[in-house]
């Protein structure tokens, strides 16, 4: 049995960089936001075609699948939130998200929050149905790039061009650790699946992997040759994939502690990656404006 990755669909249709994908929890199709202000979901199961949605008024930054599959969320630097409805009209609401720049969007665990994050230093809290502001989380000193959920959704991780990680407590409305960095800024960060840890990737071509109890750095890799731009943790816990600005893509073993694939595809910087939710396909998007949805195969391998 073949137990390398391989490029299962092609893709074509965005006009400029590829900044976020995201897969429908029933790994049918995708979404892709682009610097070319559109989203773009495509059919991963038949040859139907794309659906662009445009409605942003500037670079769409993000974008995230609801858990229930119904709606989709996107971050712009037209400093608003969209929900999209994906229909074949592509209806959406929107709401002013932030003073600047939205970086990130995502959905909490039960669906009914979004946390967003942005240039302007801040995160934020919302309900989704009201598009209601619940609360902020101050504290950075620079750019937010990234903030996740916990898998509890109990927590949040963040990451800033002031060189820090942050979590933060939902309850309290604090943030209860930080992690600096001396010399590199961290560009992405994301929980385990399992929460016991944190993995952060950083400009400097390295990823790190911190113990949530201790605080400790458990791991370090010194995955790639210029800036890390994206991480996920594969959903079995074991691995994790990266995109880097050196065109390249690794996916490291956590338990052997070492990359075990240096997968190359695209013609330029590779700018973001996800993994299906039950973890048999990944998808990496470039500023070559191409989308590639990979078939893991490797994790099936270790279950032998």
Known sequence: ??????VEKHYKGHSGTITGLSFHPESKKIVSSSVDKTLMVWQIADST?????????DEVLDVDYAPSGEVFASASKDRTVRIWVPKIRGESLDFIAHQGAVRAVQFSPDGHKLITCSDDKNIKLWM???RRFLQSFPGHTNWVRQVRFSPDGKLLVSCSDDKTLRIWDLASNKCISTFNELKASYLDVGFHPLGVSIGAATTDG???IFDMKTGFLQQCYDAHED???????HPNGKFILTASKDGSMKILDLLEGRPIYTLKGHNSNVTTVTFSQDGDYFASGSVDRQLFVWKSNFHKGNNC
């Open 227 to 233: 800036a890390v731009n994206k991480i996920k943790f």
């Open 128 to 130: 989704v149905c009201q």
């Open 49 to 57: 075609r794309a659906y662009k949605f445009h409605a942003h008024k």
């Open 206 to 208: 390295s990823v790190k």
């Open 1 to 6: 049995m073949d137990l390398d990755p391989v």
